[in-house]
C-alpha cells in the first residue's frame, strides 16, 4: 500500500505541473483582465498541433516545436485580445459569449486542418520511464514539470520585477489610477495576452509529449485551467501551482484509494470545498496584499 | 413488316419510359457525428455510407440513393434536430448515428416520424429493448463480449484486470464480461474510469502491485488506449497480453503508435493488409479506395453494411411499391443475407441476431485475425506484450 499511495502522490505532483502550465496563462488574463479568456484550451491545443505538425511533418522531436507554437499561439492570443479589446460594455459578461465563439471556431479549424483523429508523441525518448526508487513517470511528465516550474518561476520574477510586470498588476489593481500613473491600459492588456499565449504555447507543446490530444478537447482544459485559477485565487502564481498540484494528487490518490471513475467528483469536491473555507481561493488574500 | 417494327419500336419506347418513370431517386438522411468528440467515428461512418451509395448507385441500375448528411455535433438535442431536418427535407430513411446516448433520442424522433433508422454505432441494448418499431442495428455488445471471452478462453487466462470508461456502452461491456469470466472462475477485477481522465498510472500501478493479473481488458476508445499502454509502458504490470475492444486493432492505430501497438489485440473483422474475397467486398475496397485514396477499416465497413442493407430495403420496398405505407421497414425485417461483417438477420428488436465479432493482433506490421478459428489468418502471439 505504502508503494502505491507514493506513487499516487508523485504522479499527482507531475499531473499537478502539468495542470499548473495548462492554468498559467488564464489566470494571468483574468488576473489582470478580469477576462475569462474561454479560448485558452483551444490556444494550448493549437499549440499541441503544431508539436504534432513538426513531429510528424519533420520528423522532430516535439521539444524543436517550442519556438514556432511560441510564436504562432502568443499572436493568435493577440488577435484574441484584439477582439476582446473592442467590447464597450460588460467586458466580464461579454468577453465570456466572445471567447467561447472564438473557441469554437478554433475546435473547428483545427478540426478542419488535422482532423478527427487522436494525436500523440511517438517519441521514444520522451516516452520511456524515468524511475526514481520505486516512482515511475514517464521521460516527457519529468522533463515538463522542470519547465512547468521554472516558467512559473519566470513569470513571477516578470510580474514582481518588470515594468511591464508592475504595470500589469498596477492595471489589474486599479484601471483608472494606472493610466494616470501614465502605464497604458490597453497596451498593458496586450502584452498580459501576448505572455499568456506563450505560456500555452509551452503548455501545448508539453501536452502533446506526455498526452493524447483531440480537436474537441480544449474546451475541458478550460474547465481544469478555471477551476485551478478559481482555487488558486485570482492573479496569485504561487497559489496556481499550489492548486494544481493539490488536484493533481487528489485525483491521483482518489484513483489509487477508491476509484478513477471518482476522479472528476474528488477534485470538484476540493474545489467546492477550497471556495467554502476560503472564499478568495488557497492565495487569495496574499494577493489583496500584494 | 413495317406495322409490325413500328409497333416493337413502340414497346420499346413505352417500356423504356415506364421504366424512367419508375426509376426513383431516394434521399436517404446520414445523422452523424462530424465535430465534436466522435467526429473521428463519425467521419469513419460517413465514408462507408458514401461508398455504399456509389456501390448501389453504379450496380443497382433503376433506383438511385442520395444521402444528405447533417451533422449532429455529437450532441443529443443536434442529432434529434437533425433527424427532424433530414426528414423535412425529403429522407425516406436515416442511417448512421454514433454513440448510443445521440441514437436514442436520435433513433425516437425517427420513429414518431415514421422513418426507419438503422445503425452500427451504439451497442447499448435500451435502444432494442425500448420498443421502437422501425429501429435496427447490425452490431451489439453480445457479438464483442463473444469474442473477448473467447479469445481469453483460448488463452486459458486465470485472471483479468478489467480497465473501462464509465460510458454506457463500455460499462455495459465490461460488467458484463466481468460476470461471465467470474461464472467460469476466473478472476475478474474492475476498474472503472472517468472518461475525462488523462493519466492511468495510478490504475496500471494497482494492476501491477495488487491485481498481479494475466491479461488487462481495456473497454474504452482510441485515447483511453493511448494513455492506458503508455501508462503500462512506464510501469511494465506482469501481465502477458493486453487486449482492448473498438478502435484499438485497425491500421491507423498501427501506423500513428508504432511503438505501443505490438502484440496487442482488439477487435476486427478484417486483417491487414486487407483482403477480400467476396464480390461484395472487392467492390466495397475498390470503391473506398476510389473516393478515399486509402485502406478501408472497420468504421467504414461498418457504415457501408448497414447502408447497403438499407437501399437494398428501399429498392426492393420501391419495387413493391410500398415505400410510403412502411415497405422499408418491413423489407428490412425481411433482410437475411451474407454481408462483409457476416450474416445479418433483424429479430423483433431489430437486433442482429448473428453478430459475432472478430478478434485481431497487431503482429509486425501487419492485423492478424486471431479469433474464431474459422477466420484466423494467423496464430495468436501470447504471451505477448507491446514493451
Do not use: C
Not at chain 1, 68 to 79: D, K, P, Q, R, Y
Not at chain 1, 273 to 286: E, T
Not at chain 2, 271 to 288: I, L, M
Amino acid at each position: 500500500m505504502t508503494d502505491l499511495i507514493l506513487q499516487a502522490l508523485y504522479s499527482g505532483l507531475l499531473q499537478g505541473g502539468s495542470y499548473a502550465l495548462i492554468a498559467l496563462g488564464l489566470a494571468l488574463v483574468f488576473g489582470t483582465m478580469r477576462v475569462i479568456n474561454l479560448a485558452h484550451g483551444e490556444l494550448v491545443l493549437l499549440a499541441a498541433y503544431i508539436a504534432y505538425t513538426v513531429e510528424s511533418g519533420l520528423g522532430l522531436n516535439p521539444a524543436w516545436a517550442i519556438p514556432i507554437a511560441v510564436i504562432v499561439v502568443s499572436l493568435t492570443s493577440a488577435g484574441v485580445y484584439g477582439i476582446v479589446s473592442r467590447i464597450r460594455k460588460d467586458r466580464e459578461i461579454n468577453s465570456l459569449i466572445l471567447t467561447f465563439g472564438i473557441g469554437v471556431i478554433m475546435t473547428n479549424l483545427i478540426l478542419l486542418i488535422w482532423k478527427a483523429d487522436v494525436r500523440s508523441t511517438s517519441s521514444s525518448w520522451l516516452q520511456e520511464a524515468f524511475v526514481v526508487g520505486p516512482l515511475y513517470s514517464m521521460r516527457g511528465e519529468a522533463v515538463f514539470f522542470i519547465v512547468s516550474l521554472l516558467l512559473m518561476a519566470g513569470l513571477w520574477w516578470w510580474l514582481s520585477r518588470s515594468w511591464y510586470g508592475r504595470a500589469l498588476r498596477a492595471v489589474s489593481s486599479n484601471r483608472e489610477a494606472a493610466k494616470l500613473m501614465g502605464i497604458p491600459p490597453a497596451r498593458t492588456e496586450l502584452v498580459s495576452f501576448i505572455v499568456a499565449g506563450m505560456l500555452a504555447g509551452f503548455a501545448g507543446v508539453a501536452l502533446y509529449s506526455y498526452g493524447v490530444i483531440q480537436p474537441a478537447y480544449g474546451g475541458a482544459l478550460t474547465v481544469k485551467a478555471f477551476i485551478i485559477t478559481v482555487l488558486a485565487g485570482v492573479g496569485s502564481i504561487p497559489g496556481v501551482l499550489l492548486g494544481a498540484v493539490l488536484l493533481g494528487v487528489a485525483e491521483a490518490l482518489t484513483v489509487t484509494l477508491a476509484s478513477s471513475a471518482l476522479q472528476e467528483l474528488a477534485g470538484m469536491m476540493l474545489f467546492l470545498l477550497v471556495l467554502f473555507v476560503m472564499p478568495n481561493g488557497l492565495m487569495g488574500a496574499s494577493r489583496r496584499r500584494g | 413488316m413495317r406495322k409490325i417494327t413500328m409497333a416493337a419500336s413502340l414497346a420499346v419506347m413505352m417500356t423504356v419510359m415506364a421504366a424512367r418513370a419508375n426509376a426513383e431517386e431516394f434521399i436517404v438522411g446520414a445523422q452523424l457525428p462530424l465535430t465534436g468528440t466522435l467526429a473521428r467515428v463519425g467521419a469513419g461512418m460517413q465514408e462507408g455510407v458514401m461508398v455504399a451509395a456509389d456501390v448501389f448507385n453504379k450496380g443497382n441500375g433503376k433506383h438511385k440513393i442520395k444521402i444528405v448528411t447533417i451533422d449532429d455535433e455529437s450532441a443529443p438535442a443536434k442529432a434529434v434536430a437533425a433527424v427532424e431536418k433530414l426528414a423535412s427535407e425529403g429522407a425516406i430513411a436515416i442511417t448512421g448515428g454514433y454513440g448510443s446516448n445521440n441514437i436514442s433520442p436520435a433513433s425516437d424522433a425517427a420513429n414518431k416520424l415514421a422513418l426507419p433508422y438503422i445503425t452500427s454505432g451504439g451497442v447499448d441494448d435500451n435502444l432494442v429493448n425500448s420498443g421502437r418499431k422501425n429501429f435496427f442495428r447490425i452490431n451489439n455488445t453480445a457479438g464483442y463480449e463473444k469474442a473477448v471471452l473467447g479469445t481469453l478462453a483460448d488463452m486459458g487466462a486465470k485472471s483479468v484486470s478489467i480497465i473501462f470508461s464509465t460510458k454506457e456502452a463500455t460499462s455495459d461491456l465490461a460488467n458484463s464480461v466481468q460476470k461471465a469470466l467470474a461464472a467460469k472462475g476466473v478472476k475478474a477485477t474492475a476498474h472503472s474510469f472517468d472518461p475525462a481522465i488523462t493519466d492511468f498510472k495510478p490504475i496500471v500501478n494497482k494492476i501491477r502491485l495488487q491485481d498481479k493479473s494475466e491479461v488487462i481488458l481495456m473497454v474504452g476508445y482510441e485515447n483511453d488506449y493511448v494513455g492506458i499502454l503508455r501508462a503500462a509502458r512506464v510501469l511494465k504490470p506482469p501481465v502477458k497480453a493486453l487486449i482492448g475492444v473498438w478502435s484499438l486493432a485497425t491500421p491507423k492505430m498501427a501506423a500513428e503508435f508504432p511503438d505501443l501497438m505490438p502484440n496487442v489485440y482488439g477487435t476486427a473483422l478484417l486483417p491487414f493488409p486487407a483482403t477480400f474475397d467476396t464480390a461484395d467486398g472487392k467492390a466495397f475496397a475498390a470503391a473506398y479506395k476510389a473516393l478515399y485514396k486509402k485502406e478501408p477499416d472497420y468504421l467504414g465497413q461498418f457504415g457501408y453494411v448497414q447502408s447497403m442493407l438499407l437501399f437494398e430495403a428501399i429498392a426492393r420496398a420501391a419495387d413493391k411499391g410500398t415505400v410510403k405505407k412502411g415497405g422499408v421497414a418491413e423489407e428490412l425485417r425481411k433482410t437475411d443475407r451474407e454481408t462483409l461483417i457476416g450474416r445479418v438477420q433483424f429479430g423483433a428488436n431489430g437486433d442482429n441476431l448473428n453478430f459475432v465479432h472478430r478478434m485481431a493482433q497487431h503482429q509486425g506490421k501487419n492485423i492478424v485475425i486471431v479469433w474464431p478459428a474459422s477466420n484466423a489468418t494467423g496464430k495468436m502471439v501470447y504471451p505477448g506484450k507491446p514493451w
